[in-house]
């Protein structure tokens, strides 16, 4: 399976923006899909996530109230808004087929992209 994000932009503090990712390929054993991010010199953070049936979402405490996560066929959307500096990472999206566990741990997910670039100025 493969994962292909997209939308990632600079933008001013306060602004918004829509990253896409998109699945394909063996799309029906997905369980869970997840946006995680890393700023430079830090470790990955987990964002937001969603059960690929049932649509239940969780989030990072950060971005509460400020990210919304959806899914529309086999795209999952990271819908940012009220961005700011400390938001700006690279951001990758991310698949498990397996729905034991916490969704909030990188390492249990199966499929990683490549990232998107998000940076947000001051």
């Known amino acids: 399976m493969q994962l292909v994000e997209s939308g990632g932009a600079l933008v001013e503090t306060g602004g918004s923006l829509r990253l896409s990712c998109a699945a394909s390929g063996r799309t029906f054993g997905i369980s869970i899909m997840a946006w995680f991010r890393q700023a430079s010199g830090k470790e990955r953070e987990f964002v937001a996530a969603?059960?690929?049936?049932?649509?239940t979402t969780t989030y990072a405490d950060p971005v509460k109230g400020r990210f919304t996560i959806s899914r529309a066929m086999s795209t999952v959307y990271l819908q940012m808004t009220s961005l700011k500096p400390e938001d700006t990472a690279v951001y990758s999206c991310a698949a498990r087929n397996n729905l034991m566990g916490t969704v909030r741990t990188g390492r249990d997910y199966d499929y990683w992209g490549q990232g998107t670039q998000v940076t947000v100025s001051t």
């Open positions: 969603i059960t690929w049936r049932g649509g």
